[in-house]
């Protein structure tokens, strides 16, 4: 891979680990995390063996909020309800989070592209939906679950931009005595099936595990796949 340099952007009240490829026209990577992820991520791409790419790790966003798409109310027995304000938050990542990023990597990516894990796998296909910004994205253990997805996507089209979708789940995942997780394996399949029906290349993998095994493997696989697309 091409050099790559290291740095930290502050746009918003975001913390963006920045991993920038010095090679013209290499895709840029946006990816929401938890917490901190963007060294583990990185190393996983490399392990990979990702064509060359520059990574943008966002940190703090209102995980909760931010990535998921409308309100719903408790469905996993505790915690707080989801707000479901993804709408208000992608235009902040295409109008400041965004520009900001490419103001800050050395040439122009030529594409975009939007990864995550969890709820930030459901908003990387949502987004697609919203904004023409991305033309590939990775929803790797996505938390498709979500009520009322599946038939959002059936009723939606996604932007003309979208050329690749890859999803992913954990054979396990369905595994859950909760009624609404449990549906998390057939709703992935089935929102796959729709975005490959509008002609938009596609790939669902089953990974070994939870939902809580090897995330940036899993995260990794996405991003290399949809790369060499």
């Known amino acids: 891979m091409s050099d790559v ?3 930290e952007v502050r746009i918003d009240g975001k913390i963006i680990e920045l991993y920038a490829a010095e090679g013209a026209g290499c895709p840029l990577v946006v990816y929401h995390a938890v917490r901190g992820e963007g060294s583990i991520l990185w190393q996983a ?3 990979a063996g990702c064509p060359a790419f520059s990574l943008a790790v966002v940190n703090g966003v209102d995980w909760d909020s931010d990535m998921t798409p409308w309100p719903v109310p408790l469905v996993m027995g505790e915690g707080r309800p989801f707000p479901g304000r993804a709408d208000d938050y992608i235009p902040i990542l295409t109008e400041a989070i965004l520009p900001a990023i490419r103001g800050s990597i050395p040439c122009d990516p030529g594409e975009t592209v939007l990864a995550g894990y969890s709820l930030a796998g459901l908003f990387s296909l949502y987004a697609l939906y919203r904004t023409d910004a991305f033309s590939k994205a990775v929803s790797a253990s996505g938390s498709l679950w979500y009520p009322g997805f599946t038939d959002f996507v059936k009723t939606h089209s996604m932007s003309d931009a979208v050329k690749a979708v890859y999803l992913s789940v954990g054979d396990r995942e369905c595994r859950t005595k ?4 449990s549906k998390v394996e057939d709703a992935t399949a089935e929102t796959e099936a729709v975005i490959r029906s509008e002609g938009v290349e596609t790939l669902f993998e089953l990974n070994p595990g939870n939902h809580f095994k090897d995330a940036a493997l899993r995260t990794a696989k996405g991003i ?3 790369l060499e697309k």
């Open 178 to 181: 909760n009624e609404v997780l």
């Open 5 to 7: 340099s290291r740095a």
């Open 224 to 226: 290399k796949w949809v």
């Open 45 to 47: 791409c490399m392990d």
